[in-house]
């Protein structure tokens, strides 16, 4: 399992520990991924997605996941947030065909 959000696309970063007597080690920044379950009012049930904190709180700030997936770009998205993300779209296609 990748450690990259799936919404986001936050991944892995590489960098240097620097002593105070300026010795550089390299290390890894991992990504602050949580294990979240989130409802999507167009699919009526919650998705369980791998996402980093940073994540949650911009789902929570668009207005819950379908307004996050819906404004984001695909390229970012990870493959299981794309089909969600098309799912989401027939879902809201099919409510306004039967409300219209």
């Given at each position: 399992?990748?450690?990259?959000?799936?919404?986001?696309?936050?991944?892995?970063?590489?960098?240097n520990n620097v002593s105070?007597?300026?010795?550089?080690?390299?290390?890894?920044?991992?990504?602050?991924?949580?294990?979240?379950?989130?409802?999507?009012?167009?699919?009526?049930?919650?998705?369980?997605?791998?996402?980093?904190?940073?994540?949650?709180?911009?789902?929570?700030?668009?207005?819950?996941?379908?307004?996050?997936?819906?404004?984001?770009?695909?390229?970012?998205?990870?493959?299981?947030?794309?089909?969600?993300?098309?799912?989401?779209?027939?879902?809201?296609?099919?409510?306004?065909?039967?409300?219209?």
């Amino acid at each position: 399992m990748a450690r990259r959000c799936e919404l986001t696309g936050k991944a892995v970063q590489a960098g240097n520990n620097v002593s105070h007597a300026n010795n550089r080690t390299r290390r890894r920044f991992l990504p602050n991924l949580q294990q979240k379950a989130l409802l999507s009012d167009a699919l009526g049930h919650t998705v369980k997605l791998r996402i980093t904190t940073h994540a949650i709180r911009s789902v929570e700030h668009r207005g819950g996941l379908d307004a996050y997936l819906l404004s984001a770009s695909d390229r970012v998205l990870s493959l299981e947030a794309r089909r969600i993300k098309r799912k989401i779209k027939r879902a809201r296609a099919a409510a306004e065909a039967g409300t219209g």
